[in-house]
């Protein structure tokens, strides 16, 4: 808008500005613009800490059952062993061998590894064979097989139980055991456990014992082999006998 004035005989123009309505849209337009782009700031930030929210509540809640779950497995009586059934049984006791596999009554199923309680047994010399397995859910099965011993072998501190396979059962019993002795074979410093199945001075001992039989070994008192070619025999009446040959004694 103009103006025009005159004072003194001189024009003057005075130019009054004031706000073109245009401009009053443009500046709502701002405002809405700034609100919206605030809302969906606070909009997305409300989404995040939901997400947030629910995983913290998913994750309280895993936890939870997670440690329901593991006291219901570990610390109640459903996975509890109720039976232990052992067989094949020989020379062994039932709690010797309960004992070394390391089982018993009322252990947590869950807690078991086979394998582990079966390596634990083969470390028995006696056990040649061992079995394990779940029959059920409750009982722990346990079947063996046991070494059957064959002979003692008198060596200079000790007497060697050496089963068929010519594993070494015991090396500090006193020959008390209903089985022949043989005398003369090069084996100290041999203990439990160790194997002579490859032996050739066990390998003889053990084609005389087998040729002997049990009706004359009953008799038996010392199979001497110090010297292969002349091995004798002591019989339990004080009897020293010469064989020519195994075949002597065969039974």
């Not at 809640?61 to 497995?73: D, E, G, M, P, T």
């Not at 061992?130 to 002979?151: D, F, N």
């Not at 139980?161 to 019993?173: C, F, M, N, P, R």
């Not at 002795?181 to 199945?197: E, R």
Request: hydrophobic share 45%.
């Amino acid at each position: 808008m103009i103006l025009s004035d005159q004072t003194g005989g001189k024009r003057g123009a005075f130019v009054f500005l004031s706000k073109c309505p245009a401009t009053i849209p443009l500046n709502n337009r701002l405002r809405e613009r700034s609100f919206k782009l605030r809302f969906r700031r606070l909009h997305g930030l409300l989404r995040y800490l939901k997400i947030v929210a629910f995983l913290i509540v998913t994750a309280c809640l895993s936890y939870y059952a997670i440690v329901q779950l593991k006291h219901l497995f570990f610390h109640t009586s459903y996975f509890e062993i109720k039976k232990i059934e052992v067989h094949g049984l020989r020379s062994l006791s039932r709690e010797s061998v309960l004992k070394l596999a390391g089982v018993a009554p009322a252990m947590n199923l869950l807690r078991l590894d086979l394998n582990e309680i079966r390596e634990r047994l083969l470390l028995h010399p006696a056990i040649k064979v061992a079995e394990i397995e779940l029959v059920g859910l409750y009982t722990l099965r346990i079947k063996l097989e046991e070494r059957i011993p064959l002979m003692y072998i008198k060596t200079e501190n000790a007497f060697l139980e050496v089963a068929i396979d010519g594993k070494i059962l015991s090396h500090d019993s006193f020959g008390e055991g209903d089985l022949p002795i043989v005398t003369g074979l090069p084996l100290s410093g041999k203990i439990a456990c160790d194997s002579i199945a490859n032996n050739d001075d066990f390998i003889f001992a053990k084609s005389w014992v087998k040729t002997l039989g049990p009706n004359i070994i009953k008799g038996l008192s010392e199979l001497n082999l110090a010297n292969p070619s002349e091995p004798y025999l002591f019989l339990i009446s004080g009897e020293k006998v010469i064989p020519k040959s195994m075949e002597d004694f065969r039974d």
